[in-house]
């Protein structure tokens, strides 16, 4: 039974794997071939390597303008929705009040409110504001909306501080601010490192509201440059696909990198509940 049991877990994680990186792979070769390559053998190895199609959009300002665009909002979104959602955590973790328990509540029924029924309100809000065609038309609501995991993820690690360490703070004359920011914010670098990758890659791959917000092309992010490529060259398969094997690099090379963090951050959050 256990040999049966370690075949089929094998099996299903190659099956897993190969759901995943055969599109993959299929998108990074198709890449290096031309349109009659692809018709004539769409699963083999280039023959010859074609290298013009990723030559081309590298040095294209369709390609490097989405991506500026998204790695400016991705990285105000984060900063922004991480510094209040750890100041919120802060208050609904180490204050008591009357109503705490009713508005953190509040905060984790947004997580069941879906993103696309807010979308017209939140079109007409942000026009009256005058933030369509602006960034922060997408860097505000991309924050508010990310609030509430956020919140929930750093409430737990900072409940998880002892009490006493708050307490010898108050006796060395450090204040509620001072123990956030001296004690608190060092000792959850692991949470605070967790929701950072978790609100970035949300944002790259934000793609209803950046449409709704942006009609200038020069605001376009990477999802928007994808789609806006793919309308473009239509019939040329070839070079879509390294224009989205490119898009993806930035993103994958971002995960490589945060990988451990993220792992690192919700093992120790599991740990400590």
Not at 40 to 57: D, R, S, T
Not at 128 to 150: D, S
């Given at each position: ?12 994680l190659l099956a897993i794997t190969a759901f995943?990186?055969v599109p993959i792979g299929f998108a990074v ?24 199609n990723y030559a081309e959009i590298i040095a ?214």
């Amino acid at each position: 039974m256990r040999v049966a049991r370690q075949v089929g877990l094998y099996a299903a994680l190659l099956a897993i794997t190969a759901f995943v990186v055969v599109p993959i792979g299929f998108a990074v070769l198709g890449g290096f071939k031309d349109n009659g390559q692809l018709s004539v053998n769409p699963f083999g190895l280039p023959e010859p390597w074609n290298f013009a199609n990723y030559a081309e959009i590298i040095a294209s300002s369709a390609f490097w303008r989405p991506l500026l665009n998204s790695t400016i909002i991705a990285v105000a979104t984060t900063l922004l929705l991480v510094g209040v959602a750890a100041l919120a955590a802060f208050v609904f973790a180490r204050f008591a009040f009357r109503g705490r328990e009713l508005i953190f509540m509040l905060f984790a029924v947004g997580l069941m409110f879906p993103f696309a029924v807010a979308i017209l309100p939140l079109f007409v809000l942000l026009r009256e504001l005058g933030l369509l065609n602006n960034p922060l038309g997408v860097i505000l609501p991309q924050a508010a909306f990310g609030l509430p995991v956020t919140i929930i993820v750093l409430r737990t690690f900072f409940r998880a501080i002892p009490g006493e360490l708050e307490e010898a703070a108050t006796l060395d004359g450090c204040g509620p601010l001072g123990f956030f920011w001296r004690i608190l914010l060092p000792m959850a670098r692991p949470a605070l490192a967790t929701v950072s990758v978790l609100a970035i890659v949300a944002s790259w791959n934000s793609f209803m509201l950046p449409l709704v917000v942006f009609n200038d092309p020069s605001w376009w992010t990477i999802p928007l440059g994808v789609r806006q490529f793919q309308g473009q060259y239509g019939q040329d398969t070839a070079r879509i696909l390294a224009y989205v094997v490119l898009a993806m690099v930035p993103a994958l090379a971002f995960y490589a990198v945060a990988e451990r963090q993220l792992i690192g951050g919700l093992t120790s959050g599991a740990a400590k509940g």
